[in-house]
């Protein structure tokens, strides 16, 4: 076992550094081109990762910058995000929902409509309505 150990840990190594070398803005890399490190990692056992851990990550420091504007409350960024809004809150929301009921609305009206028809044009000609009483008796007093 202990003559994988140096493999294994190389290719723990190797992996964590690709993968946060990949995960790196172009913008934050240092010394070299992201291009450049990535090869220097997969090409260059031992060295190539190590570089990249001294050379070539970006310094994590206390100055990384919020993705939201800074003010007097920079200390405590949780209360500078932007709330998302409730969807209750929301007009835009509020109106498409209406606008999607009513056009539900209109659908199931023209379903109704269809329905009644093709339920007239089932019934057979002897079962229309009659002036007839409940028991076939004339309403009318004859």
């Known amino acids: 076992?202990?003559?994988f150990a140096p493999f294994l840990i190389?290719?723990?190594l190797v992996?964590?550094?690709l993968i946060d070398a990949i995960q790196t803005?172009?913008?934050e890399?240092?010394?070299?081109p992201k291009w450049g490190w990535l090869l220097?990692?997969?090409l260059i056992p031992w060295l190539g990762p190590i570089a990249w851990l001294l050379a070539g990550r970006p310094q994590r420091g206390s100055a990384r910058q919020v993705p939201w504007?800074?003010?007097?409350?920079?200390?405590f960024p949780e209360y500078e995000r932007p709330r998302p809004i409730g969807p209750d809150d929301d007009p835009e929301f509020l109106r498409e929902m209406k606008s999607g009921n009513d056009e539900q609305e209109q659908l199931l009206s023209r379903w109704e409509e269809d329905l009644r028809r093709r339920e007239q044009q089932l019934k057979p000609p002897s079962e229309e309505p009659?002036?007839?009483g409940p028991e076939g008796a004339p309403t009318s007093g004859a």
Do not use: F, H, K, Q
């Not at 504007?69 to 200390?75: D, V």
């Open 1 to 3: 076992m202990l003559r």
């Open 10 to 12: 190389e290719l723990i």
């Open 15 to 17: 992996l964590y550094c």
């Open 25 to 27: 803005p172009d913008a």
């Open 29 to 32: 890399v240092r010394n070299l």
């Open 40 to 42: 220097l990692i997969l």
């Open 69 to 75: 504007p800074s003010t007097r409350t920079a200390g």
């Open 130 to 132: 009659r002036e007839d």
